[in-house]
Structures are given as C-alpha cells and as structure tokens.
C-alpha cells in the first residue's frame, strides 16, 4: 500500500557505530521516524517485536547475538510482521552477502555506508509493487547489485551504475551484447545524460577497482569456475555478459 506523503517510514537501527552515523542522519530525516537503536542482539529482538519497524537496518557483528540470529528469531516470531532487513556490514566475503539474500533480507550494503545511499535504497524498496514485472525490475536491480558489493564494485562510483543498467539491458535484449559500442554504450549514455566514452570508462574504472581490491576469487566463487585472475582482468562486455547469463539462469 502507497505511503501517505506525511507518513514517516518506520526504522530500527542495530549497529555497533560509536559515532551513530546512520541514527543522526535519520533521525533529522523529515521522511523517517527512527524508533530504536541498539548494537546487542537479545536487546534488538525485544524492542522490534515491540516497536513494529517497518525496516530494520543491521550490521551482522552484534553483541550477545548476530545479526542473522536476530533476523532468524524475528522471522519465526513476528511471523508476517518481520520488517524488511537490509544488512550494513564491514564483512567483505561473497558467503555473507548469499546468506543475508537467502535468508530473506531485502539488500546488503557494505561500510562505510553513505546514509544518502541508503536513504535512497529504502525508499525504492517502499515503492508500491502495482505490477509483478515491476516487483521483477526491483528484484533483478537487488541481484545485480548484491553480485557488484560481492566482487567488489563501490556502490558510489558512475561505473556500478553504468554496469548495473548494462546488465539489466542484457538480460532484456541478450543480443546488445554484440554490439556494444553502437547501442549498449549509447542507450546507457542517453539515460543518464552523459557521452558514450564516459560510460565506458565508467565501467572500466569499476573494473579496475574491483581487481584492485583483490576480489578475484569471489568472482571465481559466484560462477563456479576459476574464470580468472590477479593478472587477468575482463573486457566491460565479458563482465556484463557473465553477470547477464547467470541472471538468466537463475530466471
């Protein structure tokens, strides 16, 4: 159901941040309403089931209990009125991300997270799902994005939006792929206002960043071959194309 324009989105906020980044910024945002902040996990479980937050933001290293321990026991006992996670975590491994997913959280952000960014995730997940293939669209944006933090693209940088909207097209029309430099760098180009040359170093500067960090091996993991290495870095179109075929295959 569509918010009110006045109705503040409910948030929970278990983390361990000394500094409270994420509490002060919401709790000045006229668009949310933070009703708890706790960093122990027996503590957070008892004040959602009390609060009712419609979101539940939480890193995974709580004190007493871990995040997917609280996100287990909220499931079992508040039933249908578990609010949405979306877990925010320095742990980096591509296992962590599979778990949080197939447990049921709606997204996984790494730290330092951008407050901004995360407003902005919160807000497309309380968007009203009025088709399935708009429920689809958020779902495929949720995978992709997920594959990116796993291997190490920033969600801050032009690259991940570009390679992110190259992979959703992909998939939609398989055959771009094929020609790259005269419709996929283009049509991405236009969407966001910019030149194709842009929009190819875009993707290629997150690439860079992504085998910089080291996340070779997460790449190798997600595909289930060792596809590459330190030494060998993927062209934009055989990444989005990889990303792309292993979208499909999941449906």
């Known amino acids: 159901m569509e918010k009110n324009k006045d109705e503040k989105t409910k948030l929970y906020i278990a983390d361990n941040d000394e500094e409270k980044i994420l509490e002060k910024y919401f709790e000045k945002n006229e668009k949310f309403e933070v009703v708890g902040f706790s960093s122990n996990g027996k503590e957070i479980i008892e004040q959602v089931k009390v609060s009712c937050p419609e979101f539940l933001i939480m890193e995974v290293m709580l004190s007493g209990l871990d995040g997917f321990t609280v996100f287990e026991t909220l499931k079992r006992e508040m039933k249908g009125n578990c609010p949405k996670v979306i877990f925010v975590s320095s742990l ?49 944006d949720e995978k992709i994005s997920n594959i990116f933090i796993s291997i190490g693209i920033p969600a801050h940088i032009k690259g991940y939006q570009f390679l992110r909207e190259a ?23 236009e969407r966001f206002e910019t030149s194709s040359s842009k929009v190819e170093r875009g993707m290629r500067h997150a690439i860079e960043v992504a085998w910089n960090r080291g996340k070779i091996e997460n790449i190798n993991s997600l595909f289930g071959l060792k596809i590459y290495s330190s030494n060998e870095k993927p062209t934009n179109g055989e990444l989005i194309a990889l990303i792309a075929d292993k979208m499909i295959m999941e449906g």
């Open 92 to 140: 980096t491994h591509s296992g962590f991300v599979s778990k949080a997913m197939n447990e049921g959280a709606s997204y996984f952000m790494l730290k330092p997270v951008s407050p901004k960014n995360l407003e902005e995730r919160i807000l497309d997940l309380c968007k009203p799902s009025v088709f399935v293939q708009n429920k689809e669209v958020r779902q495929l």
């Open 167 to 189: 992979v959703k097209l992909a998939v939609e029309k398989p055959e771009i792929i094929g020609s790259i430099t005269k419709q996929l760098y283009p049509t991405i180009a």
